[in-house]
């Protein structure tokens, strides 16, 4: 289930756009003001509204670490804002002086891109604000960008319909005509695509359009040649042009706002609809999920941003990926959260997010903790979830005992994910023979002997070993 939790009714005008940091939420409008929420309780800060922009403000967003937000106008400039106080940092001028329509960070906050409604793309700077490169589309305006999680990459939307993909250098390396009618926003999932192949990272891209449809693209990227860009499918539901659309920070759920009026949320496993919310008014223009907590934003041309919180068993509804549940100290946040949902614990499942606990944490939780840093007051329920975490420890001593000498790591003494071949013969954890190396350490952690080579090859035979042996772990 989904609940209408709060309705924020500030704006003088449309609002265009909405984005969520860790505290704060983010709301920007045709009246020229950009607001600011702490998500406490949804009260509006002390220095908000933010003005400077002299036209309507298309687009905001948040660097990913939440100290800057960014912000773009019809008066040809990107802002950046302290959000601590509502200080403006730098004021960015499109070179062609053109409305800005988009703007997004990289997901090192290195770099901001701008889209402008005659097509120029620029990559700025996100330390000194000076302008790194500038590039353009062929035809139509910039209305949507989105940064590829490694953050090699970033693909931009036009209002003639095509996908442009652009590397770091702003080199155009691919153009698709996605959306006949025109696009109007594009978003990457954060998590990768599971199973992918040898040397290879799959990650989900959702476009929208004028043409009332939602596509969903695949793009593999592929550490030594490039990329590729692949057509998956398209998500129907909505009868009017589709303007925005956003995955959950988990990539478990994707939202979509629509000229028709109505919100839907998927299932971007199964594709199916979870929930239409139709509680707008007017158009609805822009869709955020929160990044820790099961929060939605949706923003309107009825001047309104409604405030949407999803019950526990919509995120078990939205099924985690199989996982080899037995290796619990790699599990992440996200799959504690489904181990919650399978115990019967769904109503922990905020707090834990809340306070990042992925596997690792998991397996270190004590009654002090569950007490004392996670705020569980009930004793019945803290003894129920020790319970529970003690059974995980039971599996994880007993497999532990299990694991095949050949697949552990001689430097972390744990199950190998990404086996490489030193020079000295031997196999690692490629993150640790890595970290040796870059300490300096010439020498073989083996025999200790000076190594006669730096390179290190993946051993492909082991990895496929340990994968078809984790498979055949998890069906007992």
Not at 261 to 280: A, G, R
Not at 343 to 356: A, Q, R, T, Y
């Amino acid at each position: 289930m989904v609940k209408l939790i709060h309705t924020l009714a500030d704006h003088d005008d449309d609002v265009n756009c909405c984005a969520f940091s860790s505290s704060l939420l983010a709301t920007c409008s045709l009246d020229k003001t950009i607001r600011l929420y702490s998500l406490s309780d949804f009260t509006e800060v002390p220095y908000s509204p933010l003005k400077f922009h002299t036209y309507a403000v298309h687009c905001c967003c948040f660097s990913p670490s939440g100290h800057i937000l960014a912000s773009c106008s019809t008066d040809g400039t990107t802002v950046l804002w302290d959000v601590q106080n509502g200080q403006i940092l730098a004021v960015m001028e499109q070179p062609s002086g053109s409305p800005v329509r988009v703007c997004r960070f990289s997901p090192d906050s290195t770099c901001l891109v701008s889209g402008a409604s005659d097509g120029t793309v620029v990559l700025w700077n996100a330390q000194s604000y000076k302008l790194h490169r500038c590039a353009s589309v062929k035809d139509g305006s910039l209305v949507a960008c989105a940064f590829s999680p490694p953050g090699n990459l970033f693909v931009t939307g036009s209002s003639c319909g095509d996908l442009t993909v652009w590397d770091d250098k702003m080199r155009c390396l691919h153009n698709e005509k996605a959306h006949d009618l025109g696009i109007t926003c594009c978003d990457f999932s954060s998590q990768p695509v599971p199973g992918g192949e040898e040397g290879l990272q799959f990650f989900q891209l959702a476009s929208c359009g004028q043409d009332c449809q939602i596509k969903i693209w695949v793009i593999s990227f592929i550490h030594i040649l490039g990329f590729e860009l692949k057509y998956k499918s398209t998500l129907t539901g909505h009868c009017a042009p589709v303007l925005a659309c956003a995955f959950s920070h988990d990539g478990q759920m994707l939202v979509s706002g629509s000229v028709d009026k109505s919100v839907i949320v998927y299932d971007t496993n199964t594709e199916n609809i979870l929930h239409t919310l139709t509680q707008h008014t007017r158009y609805v223009t822009t869709c955020a999920f929160a990044p820790n907590i099961l929060l939605l934003a949706t923003g309107s041309m009825d001047k309104t941003v409604k405030i949407w919180q999803f019950e526990k068993e919509t995120l078990c509804q939205a099924k985690i990926p199989d996982q080899p549940k037995q290796f619990t100290e790699n599990w992440s946040e996200d799959d504690v959260s489904n181990w919650l949902c399978t115990e019967g614990l769904e109503d922990l499942v905020d707090i834990f997010k809340m306070n990042n606990i992925d596997g690792r944490e998991l397996l270190n939780l004590t009654k002090e903790s569950l007490a004392d840093d996670l705020k569980i007051e009930s004793l019945g329920l803290r003894s129920k979830v020790l319970r529970k975490i003690e059974e995980l420890r039971t599996k994880v001593k007993t497999l532990s005992s299990e694991i095949p000498d050949e697949f552990i790591c001689p430097i972390t003494r744990e199950l190998m994910k990404d086996p490489v071949i030193a020079s000295d013969g031997y196999s690692y954890e490629k993150e640790a023979m890595e970290n040796w190396i870059s300490k300096k350490k010439r020498t073989s952690p083996m025999t200790n002997l000076v190594l006669s080579s730096m390179i290190l090859t993946p051993n492909r035979t082991l990895k496929m070993a340990i994968n078809r042996w984790l498979s055949e772990t998890h069906q007992k």
